[in-house]
């Protein structure tokens, strides 16, 4: 109902002129339209799902035009303002919304969940938090390349009650980062009034406390918006660091159209029906005599007629038919393995002498690759890998983190959007369980979903042996191996390390680099000495025999040796996998049907593991070959203790020999 000429909103349009005015408001028009439609629509079937931001616009939309149009913006679910402020084609928002193909995400993943390279938005992951942190990604790459952009991200007032919120602040504070962070607080998170949300009187408030400037605006004020944000922003690029700006609304709908409104107090609705920030702002303009009745009427007519033009475009679009290939195929971006080969020149290397001296050339090579991590720079980890890396390469691209890791995983995700790689260390791999969410759902899904690629490796030092308990000894790799866009590597040489890990940074997909502790300082072996890279998803095939195929990785490919050493009668092929993620399921295979007998061998416990698996596939492809069951050994169904004789006991390594000679005795 837009006939109202009475506002309750002040409108002080400073030095704004006419033009500006008049683009607000067909601005704020649009979504608004465009919502009552997908209100029609959705009664009548034709959509499945809506989260309604009506009463919100002026958040959206004045925080967008505030901006120039190649600064990221990551919006949530309620910011439609933002997609059609960045004038995308509005058949493509609908065919987004209906899963086909002129759509965003190939029909992967609905309503607001896409981001789009071409008008520089990223949008949510259903999770709320993680963008917050992947601002601080995107920032950091603008500070590196001095652009002097401002990314702004969103999210509601629930939303502030993730960790991933308060990491995401914490970094962009440490590392002044030009991130403009907006809180919608529209008093409620789904059915939670903000009384049972959080417990300050502000969530500007929280800015304060992490260091940074925040703001408290009237968001149902466009003029204000829009004003406020142009100068922040001007002053951000000047002078790069964080703000925080609380906008002050209401959710006019329910949480989406299914859920309904009953648990929102009927005067509140009532009260802030009336500061409906559309209705308002074209009360004012015709009071002001900016835009005339005729004029409103003509402007209204236009964009329902763009709206129903490209209702149709998409409605016409065909389904997107399922293909098999396409969907296998989108999981990780394509990535063209280049061989560089090891130069004769070697030295002795321990393992994670292999692993300082490859990374510090990967960081040669690449010149923009940056390294974050917990106490990386002049500490240079707990582990020394990066020891004296910041004299070489800086503290810009050697960077200590704040004990921070879902912000940091994300932050990674934001400088691959921005085109930067990066290495992040884990300072245990037990660690990236505070980190995982970003991990399993923004870094792996990301390609799938928007033909995104998380340019990422996690290093993960990793492994049990070392006398150091339940959160300092997992080797976590099955969390990862599980789960389609992760590629997973685990060397147990440091002639693998060093080539793997080049090509774990060479390749753009996220990459899990799990460095065995145990092994660091314990295995030695001669090592070009220049750059060389290793292809993933070829195991190395250590021994060959007839008698049994082992097939293990990381450190249980030397238990398997040791064992064989000792039993120098045993005939066996050994095989190290090298990588998990991919499999060299052919090198398996041929070993399997030459031997007709394999153990499996796997640090982790036993339920779950790759192990389990790997004997499936054996099972499902060389069954006729097979002269035995396929053996699994592995740790035990309990966490890694701590003293020596418990963790011996726990560890898959004592019970080896006695499976292979029982498997051989078959
Ligand atoms: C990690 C996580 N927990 C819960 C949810 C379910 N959920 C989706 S939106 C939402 C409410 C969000 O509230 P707020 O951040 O205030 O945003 P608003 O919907 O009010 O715009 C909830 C609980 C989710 N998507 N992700
Ligand atoms: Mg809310």
Same mark, same amino acid.
């Given at each position: 109902?837009?006939?109202?000429?009475?506002?309750?909103?002040?409108?002080?349009?400073?030095?704004?002129?006419?033009?500006? =005015?008049?683009?607000?408001?067909?601005?704020?028009?649009?979504?608004?339209?465009?919502?009552?439609?997908?209100?029609?629509?959705?009664?009548?079937?034709?959509?499945?799902?809506?989260?309604?931001?009506?009463?919100?616009?002026?958040?959206?939309?004045?925080?967008?035009?505030?901006?120039?149009?190649?600064?990221?913006?990551?919006?949530?679910?309620?910011?439609?303002?933002?997609?059609?402020?960045?004038?995308?084609?509005?058949?493509?928002?609908?065919?987004?919304?209906?899963?086909?193909?002129?759509?965003?995400?190939?029909?992967?993943?609905?309503?607001?969940?896409?981001?789009?390279?071409?008008?520089?938005?990223?949008?949510?992951?259903?999770?709320?938090?993680?963008?917050?942190?992947?601002?601080?990604?995107?920032?950091?790459?603008?500070?590196?390349?001095?652009?002097?952009?401002?990314?702004?991200?969103?999210?509601?007032?629930?939303?502030?009650?993730?960790?991933?919120?308060?990491?995401?602040?914490?970094?962009?504070?440490?590392?002044?980062?030009?991130?403009?962070?907006?809180?919608?607080?529209?008093?409620?998170?789904?059915?939670?009034?903000?009384?049972?949300?959080?417990?300050?009187?502000?969530?500007?408030?929280?800015?304060?406390?992490?260091?940074?400037?925040?703001?408290?605006?009237?968001?149902?004020?466009?003029?204000?918006?829009?004003?406020?944000?142009?100068?922040?922003?001007?002053?951000?690029?000047?002078?790069?660091?964080?703000?925080?700006?609380?906008?002050?609304?209401?959710?006019?709908?329910?949480?989406?159209?299914?859920?309904?409104?009953?648990?929102?107090?009927?005067? =509140?609705?009532?009260?802030?029906?009336?500061?409906?920030?559309?209705?308002?702002?074209?009360?004012?303009?015709?009071?002001?005599?900016?835009?005339?009745?005729?004029?409103?009427?003509?402007?209204?007519?236009?964009?329902?007629?763009?709206?129903?033009?490209?209702?149709?475009?998409?409605?016409?679009?065909?389904?997107?038919?399922?293909?098999?290939?396409?969907?296998?195929?989108?999981?990780?971006?394509?990535?063209?393995?280049?061989?560089?080969?090891?130069?004769?020149?070697?030295? $002795?290397?321990?393992?994670?002498?292999?692993?300082?001296?490859?990374?510090?050339?990967?960081?040669?090579?690449?010149?923009?690759?940056?390294?974050?991590?917990?106490?990386?720079?002049?500490?240079?980890?707990?582990?020394?890998?990066?020891?004296?890396?910041?004299?070489?390469?800086?503290?810009?691209?050697?960077?200590?983190?704040?004990?921070?890791?879902?912000?940091?995983?994300?932050?990674?995700?934001?400088?691959?959007?921005?085109?930067?790689?990066?290495?992040?260390?884990?300072?245990?791999?037990?660690?990236?369980?505070?980190?995982?969410?970003?991990?399993?759902?923004?870094?792996?899904?990301?390609?799938?979903?928007?033909?995104?690629?998380? #340019?990422?490796?996690?290093?993960?030092?990793?492994?049990?042996?070392?006398?150091?308990?339940?959160?300092?000894?997992?080797?976590? $790799?099955?969390?990862?191996?599980?789960?389609?866009?992760?590629?997973?590597?685990?060397?147990?040489?440091?002639?693998?390390?060093?080539?793997?890990?080049?090509?774990?940074?060479?390749?753009?997909?996220?990459?899990?680099?799990?460095?065995?502790?145990?092994?660091?300082?314990?295995?030695?072996?001669?090592?070009?000495?220049?750059?060389?890279?290793?292809?993933?998803?070829?195991?190395?095939?250590?021994?060959?025999?007839?008698?049994?195929?082992?097939?293990?990785?990381?450190?249980?490919?030397?238990?398997?040796?040791?064992?064989?050493?000792?039993?120098?009668?045993?005939?066996?092929?050994?095989?190290?996998?090298?990588?998990?993620?991919?499999?060299?399921?052919?090198?398996?295979?041929?070993?399997?049907?030459?031997?007709?007998?394999?153990?499996?061998?796997?640090?982790?416990?036993?339920?779950?593991?790759?192990?389990?698996?790997?004997?499936?596939?054996?099972?499902?492809?060389?069954?006729?070959?097979?002269?035995?069951?396929?053996?699994?050994?592995?740790?035990?169904?309990?966490?890694?203790?701590?003293?020596?004789?418990?963790?011996?006991?726990?560890?898959?390594?004592?019970?080896? $020999?006695?499976?292979?000679? #029982?498997?051989?005795?078959?």
């Amino acid at each position: 109902m837009l006939t109202s000429t009475r506002g309750v909103i002040t409108f002080d349009k400073k030095n704004l002129d006419d033009r500006t =005015l008049l683009k607000l408001y067909k601005s704020m028009l649009k979504p608004r339209l465009i919502e009552e439609k997908m209100l029609i629509l959705l009664r009548q079937g034709k959509i499945s799902k809506w989260f309604s931001g009506i009463g919100q616009e002026a958040i959206s939309v004045g925080v967008t035009l505030a901006l120039d149009s190649e600064e990221y913006i990551l919006p949530m679910h309620r910011n439609l303002g933002v997609f059609t402020s960045r004038n995308i084609p509005l058949h493509r928002l609908f065919s987004q919304w209906q899963g086909k193909a002129n759509g965003f995400t190939k029909g992967r993943d609905r309503s607001f969940h896409f981001g789009t390279q071409e008008f520089n938005i990223v949008g949510m992951i259903s999770h709320l938090g993680p963008q917050l942190g992947v601002a601080d990604g995107i920032a950091l790459a603008s500070l590196l390349k001095n652009k002097n952009q401002v990314t702004a991200v969103f999210t509601g007032e629930g939303g502030t009650s993730e960790g991933d919120f308060h990491e995401a602040l914490n970094v962009a504070s440490v590392w002044q980062l030009p991130v403009l962070f907006c809180v919608e607080n529209n008093g409620y998170g789904l059915s939670t009034p903000t009384s049972e949300q959080y417990r300050c009187k502000d969530i500007a408030d929280r800015g304060k406390g992490y260091g940074m400037e925040s703001f408290i605006l009237d968001g149902n004020n466009v003029v204000e918006v829009y004003s406020k944000i142009k100068k922040l922003a001007q002053s951000i690029r000047k002078r790069p660091r964080p703000i925080l700006v609380e906008f002050k609304t209401f959710r006019m709908r329910g949480h989406e159209e299914a859920s309904g409104t009953k648990y929102v107090p009927k005067a =509140l609705m009532q009260e802030w029906a009336k500061k409906d920030p559309v209705e308002n702002f074209q009360a004012y303009l015709i009071n002001q005599k900016i835009l005339t009745e005729k004029q409103e009427v003509a402007i209204k007519e236009g964009i329902v007629h763009e709206i129903n033009e490209n209702l149709q475009i998409a409605f016409d679009e065909a389904p997107i038919e399922a293909d098999l290939t396409t969907e296998l195929n989108d999981v990780y971006k394509p990535f063209e393995y280049k061989d560089v080969s090891p130069k004769p020149k070697t030295e $002795e290397l321990r393992l994670i002498d292999a692993i300082s001296l490859g990374l510090k050339q990967s960081m040669q090579q690449h010149k923009d690759l940056v390294i974050m991590g917990q106490d990386i720079a002049e500490y240079g980890g707990v582990f020394k890998i990066t020891d004296g890396f910041v004299k070489e390469f800086g503290k810009e691209r050697v960077r200590n983190t704040p004990i921070c890791e879902s912000a940091i995983v994300e932050a990674a995700m934001g400088l691959s959007i921005a085109g930067i790689k990066s290495v992040v260390e884990m300072q245990f791999a037990d660690f990236v369980t505070s980190g995982f969410n970003p991990v399993v759902n923004y870094l792996a899904k990301s390609h799938y979903r928007w033909n995104q690629e998380a #340019d990422v490796v996690l290093r993960m030092p990793c492994g049990g042996g070392v006398a150091a308990g339940p959160f300092h000894s997992q080797t976590n $790799e099955a969390w990862f191996t599980k789960t389609p866009g992760l590629k997973v590597v685990y060397p147990a040489f440091p002639y693998d390390a060093k080539g793997l890990l080049a090509t774990a940074i060479n390749d753009p997909n996220p990459v899990l680099f799990f460095e065995h502790k145990a092994l660091y300082r314990s295995i030695r072996q001669d090592v070009p000495t220049d750059y060389y890279t290793l292809p993933f998803g070829k195991a190395a095939l250590l021994r060959e025999g007839n008698d049994v195929t082992v097939i293990s990785y990381g450190a249980g490919v030397h238990w398997a040796m040791e064992t064989l050493d000792n039993n120098s009668d045993i005939n066996a092929d050994v095989i190290d996998l090298r990588t998990l993620q991919p499999l060299d399921t052919e090198a398996i295979y041929n070993s399997v049907r030459k031997t007709g007998k394999v153990i499996i061998l796997q640090e982790d416990s036993l339920f779950g593991g790759i192990a389990s698996d790997i004997s499936a596939l054996i099972m499902e492809n060389c069954f006729e070959h097979l002269d035995a069951p396929v053996k699994r050994v592995a740790s035990l169904e309990t966490p890694i203790p701590f003293i020596n004789q418990l963790e011996d006991q726990y560890i898959a390594k004592g019970r080896f $020999e006695e499976t292979l000679k #029982d498997l051989l005795s078959y």
